[in-house]
């Protein structure tokens, strides 16, 4: 008794790290992919609708770049018992580039694309790491709680970091791109500071194996890729899922990577406004977190995630007919709520679907399907919505007007991706994923 009284303040301990490193990577979502960077680059570094192509291509390179090193990264991590180590480096990678980004200044293209690539880069796939140690720090029957509460704790840091920099923007960006860019420096702090208790508190359960002769890292994380992949008949259900994933995944990303350009071209949203509306989408967030695993854990996470993506492409058709920026702030209040349970829930049934010891692998696929995804829908979307302003704009429409039917066009793409992942997640079987992952003999 006296040894599971002392067990669990430590394990609690290693929940609130878990919780501070989300507070922290969602800090960076909230002010370089929402709110700040991505409108300045579209508007200030580039412009025009070149600015909305070139931010689509920016995304689809991190996320490809992503989604080729976490599969072989995530099975070396399982087998050495690595992840914090690859966490700690992934981190590091987007803190420092996310610093220099203060450097990008109008006109900075190739800088402000690499710069952003690389940030993103480490922030993408230490979350292959992050969510890999969850079900090391958390029991299977309190997965679903740890993880909507990490998601909520990070929406907060999200809020938090926006706060701080809102002043800032408001009191002395009229005249001078400077506060912007200091607003990077901030954000990389920010998300260093927050993440030293996962490194310092999280112990890391797993045993690290011994290379067998004649076999490096590399080669045992292809052969523990490639065993994974000859199981697939084993893993039925997750396979449908991770397809399910990939899809409904393109829409979700396209509506965040793109959500401060929308504002900024169909309503003529000031950055102070884009900084609000993403507070009110981290509040609503928050929400949105708790009630996806409350409602998981009672009614079965596979329905839960279903209502999330109803509710995102609900918010979606809105967009595209709305016309006023109230209307716009009530959309994205949705959103936030919606594409939360979406992700928080994701997360969770990876968890479960996941065999013992090989956490770290399977998220990698998480990964790989997300970063896919990634690549795949901020790409159609930047294509598809500056192609169609561009091509507007040279038949004589204005400029302005040929720039908001294209990010209608870009928004309806969006409504496509979330049904279609739908249909295949009605086809994956919740009860025997998880039964074929408590099966599994390697």
């Given at each position: 008794?006296?040894?599971?009284?002392?067990?669990?303040?430590?394990?609690?301990?290693?929940?609130?790290?878990?919780?501070?490193?989300?507070?922290?990577?969602?800090?960076?979502?909230?002010?370089?992919?929402?709110?700040?960077?991505?409108?300045?680059?579209?508007?200030?570094?580039?412009?025009?609708?070149?600015?909305?192509?070139?931010?689509?291509?920016?995304?689809?390179?991190?996320?490809?770049?992503?989604?080729?090193?976490?599969?072989?990264?995530?099975?070396?991590?399982?087998?050495?018992?690595?992840?914090?180590?690859?966490?700690?480096?992934?981190?590091?990678?987007?803190?420092?580039?996310?610093?220099?980004?203060?450097?990008?200044?109008?006109?900075?293209?190739?800088?402000?694309?690499?710069?952003?690539?690389?940030?993103?880069?480490?922030?993408?796939?230490?979350?292959?790491?992050?969510?890999?140690?969850?079900?090391?720090?958390?029991?299977?029957?309190?997965?679903?709680?740890?993880?909507?509460?990490?998601?909520?704790?990070?929406?907060?840091?999200?809020?938090?970091?926006?706060?701080?920099?809102?002043?800032?923007?408001?009191?002395?960006?009229?005249?001078?791109?400077?506060?912007?860019?200091?607003?990077?420096?901030?954000?990389?702090?920010?998300?260093?500071?927050?993440?030293?208790?996962?490194?310092?508190?999280?112990?890391?359960?797993?045993?690290?194996?011994?290379?067998?002769?004649?076999?490096?890292?590399?080669?045992?994380?292809?052969?523990?890729?490639?065993?994974?992949?000859?199981?697939?008949?084993?893993?039925?259900?997750?396979?449908?899922?991770?397809?399910?994933?990939?899809?409904?995944?393109?829409?979700?990303?396209?509506?965040?990577?793109?959500?401060?350009?929308?504002?900024?071209?169909?309503?003529?949203?000031?950055?102070?406004?884009?900084?609000?509306?993403?507070?009110?989408?981290?509040?609503?967030?928050?929400?949105?977190?708790?009630?996806?695993?409350?409602?998981?854990?009672?009614?079965?996470?596979?329905?839960?995630?279903?209502?999330?993506?109803?509710?995102?492409?609900?918010?979606?058709?809105?967009?595209?007919?709305?016309?006023?920026?109230?209307?716009?702030?009530?959309?994205?209040?949705?959103?936030?709520?919606?594409?939360?349970?979406?992700?928080?829930?994701?997360?969770?049934?990876?968890?479960?679907?996941?065999?013992?010891?090989?956490?770290?692998?399977?998220?990698?696929?998480?990964?790989?399907?997300?970063?896919a995804s990634s690549f795949i829908g901020p790409t159609v979307y930047g294509l598809?919505?500056?192609?169609?302003?561009?091509?507007?704009?040279?038949?004589?429409?204005?400029?302005?007007?040929?720039?908001?039917?294209?990010?209608?066009?870009?928004?309806?793409?969006?409504?496509?991706?979330?049904?279609?992942?739908?249909?295949?997640?009605?086809?994956?079987?919740?009860?025997?994923?998880?039964?074929?992952?408590?099966?599994?003999?390697?």
């Amino acid at each position: 008794m006296t040894q599971a009284i002392a067990r669990k303040p430590a394990r609690n301990r290693e929940h609130r790290a878990w919780y501070l490193y989300d507070f922290g990577n969602s800090a960076y979502a909230a002010v370089v992919v929402l709110a700040v960077y991505s409108a300045y680059f579209k508007g200030a570094v580039v412009g025009g609708a070149e600015g909305t192509r070139l931010w689509g291509v920016s995304v689809g390179i991190a996320m490809l770049v992503s989604a080729v090193i976490s599969p072989v990264l995530g099975a070396i991590a399982d087998h050495s018992a690595s992840k914090k180590k690859f966490l700690f480096t992934f981190s590091a990678l987007s803190w420092v580039f996310t610093a220099l980004l203060f450097f990008v200044a109008k006109g900075d293209i190739f800088t402000g694309m690499l710069f952003y690539i690389l940030a993103e880069i480490g922030y993408r796939a230490g979350q292959v790491f992050y969510n890999g140690l969850l079900p090391e720090i958390a029991a299977p029957e309190e997965m679903g709680r740890v993880s909507s509460t990490g998601w909520a704790v990070g929406s907060l840091g999200g809020i938090v970091c926006l706060l701080i920099v809102l002043p800032i923007i408001i009191l002395f960006g009229e005249s001078s791109d400077l506060p912007v860019r200091f607003s990077m420096v901030i954000t990389a702090a920010f998300f260093g500071l927050s993440t030293i208790p996962a490194f310092l508190w999280i112990r890391e359960r797993a045993t690290p194996q011994a290379l067998p002769p004649g076999e490096s890292y590399l080669s045992v994380g292809l052969k523990r890729l490639a065993r994974t992949f000859r199981s697939v008949r084993h893993f039925k259900e997750f396979v449908k899922f991770m397809a399910a994933f990939l899809v409904y995944n393109d829409g979700i990303m396209m509506a965040m990577d793109f959500a401060a350009i929308i504002g900024a071209v169909l309503y003529g949203m000031t950055q102070e406004q884009l900084i609000l509306l993403m507070i009110l989408v981290q509040v609503t967030s928050v929400a949105g977190a708790y009630v996806a695993g409350l409602y998981g854990e009672r009614a079965g996470f596979k329905r839960t995630l279903m209502v999330s993506l109803a509710l995102m492409l609900a918010a979606v058709v809105w967009m595209i007919f709305n016309q006023t920026l109230l209307g716009y702030f009530v959309i994205a209040s949705l959103a936030g709520f919606a594409l939360t349970g979406v992700q928080v829930v994701s997360r969770t049934m990876t968890g479960f679907f996941a065999p013992k010891g090989q956490s770290a692998e399977f998220y990698s696929f998480e990964s790989v399907a997300g970063r896919a995804s990634s690549f795949i829908g901020p790409t159609v979307y930047g294509l598809l919505a500056g192609g169609v302003a561009l091509r507007l704009e040279a038949a004589g429409m204005e400029t302005l007007l040929a720039e908001q039917t294209g990010q209608r066009a870009g928004i309806a793409s969006i409504a496509v991706f979330l049904v279609l992942g739908m249909v295949i997640l009605a086809t994956v079987n919740e009860k025997r994923a998880r039964t074929a992952a408590e099966e599994y003999k390697p």
